[in-house]
């Protein structure tokens, strides 16, 4: 599993793991019934304190994204067995093209890059 933090990230330590476990997770790089690393393995990987990846794997396990099993550690849960409202999933995006409109982006410009990061998406996870 490939992470990495920023320090120039505006956001905390622990979004930014929770937001990268998910990108794996979309472009099935993390597949159903994977393991994660241990805790004490990321953040050593990481430089980070151990408490910043719990907390991080908390939140996986509290949206459904992860379970913990006894014995065999963190495992990646199905993505498909989560009840997700549309809304719910719509906000984050609502979030992002509103930060692309406030950057100055023009419509074709957001479609280019949502695209873009559709295909990295699909590429990083293998042909599906």
Do not use: C, W
């Not at 937001?19 to 430089?47: F, N, T, Y």
């Not at 908390?58 to 099993?69: D, I, M, P």
């Amino acid at each position: 599993m490939f992470l990495t933090v920023d320090s120039e990230d505006k956001r905390p330590l622990y979004q930014q793991i929770v937001d990268g476990v998910k990108a794996l997770i979309a472009s099935g790089e993390l597949r159903e019934g994977m393991g994660l690393p241990s805790v004490r393995q990321v953040a050593g990987d990481l430089g980070v304190n151990l408490n910043t990846i719990a907390v991080a794997y908390r939140q996986l396990q509290a949206e459904g994204l992860v379970h913990v099993r006894h014995g065999a550690g963190t495992v990646v849960s199905s993505r498909h067995g989560r009840e997700v409202e549309e809304e719910e999933l719509r906000k984050p995006l609502r979030s992002a093209l509103t930060q692309l409109i406030l950057g100055g982006r023009s419509d074709r410009e957001i479609v280019t890059a949502v695209r873009r990061e559709l295909k990295l998406l699909h590429e990083r996870g293998g042909s599906r």
